[in-house]
């Protein structure tokens, strides 16, 4: 069973930052493919974000350039910065994780929002 709490989330201006983390526990190995996405209110849930056993990333090109993810497996820890915030990345953004095909296997971006695991979410609010 795997187990994901994201913290992190609140309300800020246009242009200002905010850090999400995701502690994972559980049976959850390096080798995951891990990842975020988002979902504003009556909007399809949007994959962000991807990292895989190697740390490779993908980044939807609404974000690209400006947010980064991160993690650190000793912690268990997933990251995501968020920096020059805009009012349309208003959403709740949601940690997730599957297992990988094989070890460094690419992770798509567009299966983030459909993978087995998921937290329950940190909203994230910016204000113009």
């Known amino acids: 069973q795997v187990q994901l709490v994201e913290s992190g989330g609140g309300s800020v201006q246009a242009g200002g930052s905010l850090i999400l983390s995701c502690v994972a526990s559980g049976s959850i190995y390096v080798n995951y493919c891990m990842g975020w996405f988002r979902q504003a209110p009556g909007k399809e849930r949007e994959g962000v974000a991807s990292?895989?056993?190697?740390?490779?990333?993908s980044y939807a090109d609404s974000v690209k350039g400006r947010f980064t993810i991160s993690k650190d497996n000793a912690k268990n820890t997933l990251y995501f910065q968020m920096n020059s915030l805009k009012p349309e990345d208003t959403a709740m953004y949601y940690c997730?994780?599957?297992?990988?095909?094989?070890?460094?296997?690419?992770?798509?971006?567009?299966?983030?929002?459909?993978?087995?695991?998921r937290g329950q979410g940190t909203q994230v609010t910016v204000s113009s």
């Open positions: 997730a994780a599957q297992p990988a095909a094989f070890w460094g296997s690419a992770c798509y971006l567009g299966s983030v929002a459909t993978y087995p695991h």
């Open positions: 990292i895989n056993g190697v740390g490779a990333t």
